[in-house]
């Protein structure tokens, strides 16, 4: 059974995200501001992992207004389809890691998703839902953001479609790039709607990888399995080349150093300053 939110409790917890918001918006913006404006231009973008983690509970709302807050190129997220066909945030196949429940969310419809708390699991206290696809597009427009679409590869049959239609229906085809593990997914959206750049996400270190997926405009790298070849290939067949996940000060450097084009990390404001102290070297 999915627990049930009293009314008074939801609503308390309601405005507990709204004063949370407010509050990162307001601190973070406002103490940043000056850094940001001796943030040279850089060739190499940058990407919250899951939206910006650092205060924020993953894949929701807050995350995205966070990593808005810190200026990023880009904001990744993890989309799958509820039991009704709507497109909701969530990294994991179940609820049960960040919500406590272990349901899919192919097993749920999105009334039921809106009953699971996916929030308190980094605050302790915060009641926060898994948040509606179109809703993180409009808070991004505001800004102009990028957004980086993971579609998993467990949720159920037309989430391609789902995703393009709302892409479209939203206007936000140039700011809208998705990838996945899965290349079929990835050829559907290409298929449907081809002005969307698609990209392909991989551990691996074989050149055969990417010479069979040439349709994707960019291919999404685990950090550590970019070799000179790999770069030299991609940069060859014009392709973008992003790396995931490198955090640490060393890791990010590495990347940097690789060449890559957008680095996907989950410490923003630490892959923001060493963008800055890189240039000017």
Known sequence: MIPSVFDDAKTNRKKIVRLLVFTIITWLVLSRIIFNLFLSFSDTKITAHRGSTIFSPENTLPSVV????????????????????????????TFKRV?????????????????????????????????????VIDLCKLSNTKLLIEL????????????????????????????????????????????????LLTYSPAIVTYA????VDFFSIYYLSITPRIELYLKDNNKELFCFTPSTKAEIHMAFNSGVDNVITNDVELARLLVLTKKKK
Do not use: M, W
């Not at 429940?101 to 206290?125: A, C, F, N």
């Open 99 to 135: 919500g406590g429940v272990d349901k899919r969310p192919d097993e749920l419809t999105y009334e039921e998703v809106k009953q699971i708390d996916v929030g308190s699991y980094k605050s302790g206290i915060v009641f926060v839902t898994a948040p509606l696809l179109e809703e």
């Open 212 to 215: 069979n997926n040439l349709f």
């Open 152 to 199: 998993k590869s467990y949720s159920k049959k037309g989430l391609s479609k789902e995703v393009v239609r709302i892409i479209k229906e939203k206007d936000y085809i140039d700011n809208c790039y998705v990838q996945s593990f899965d290349s079929q997914l990835i050829r559907e959206v290409k298929a449907i709607e081809p002005r969307i750049k698609v990209g």
């Open 66 to 93: 966070e990593a808005i807050s810190f200026n990023v190129d880009f904001i990744e997220i993890d989309v799958q389809l509820t039991k009704d066909n709507k497109v909701i945030l969530l990294h994991d196949e």
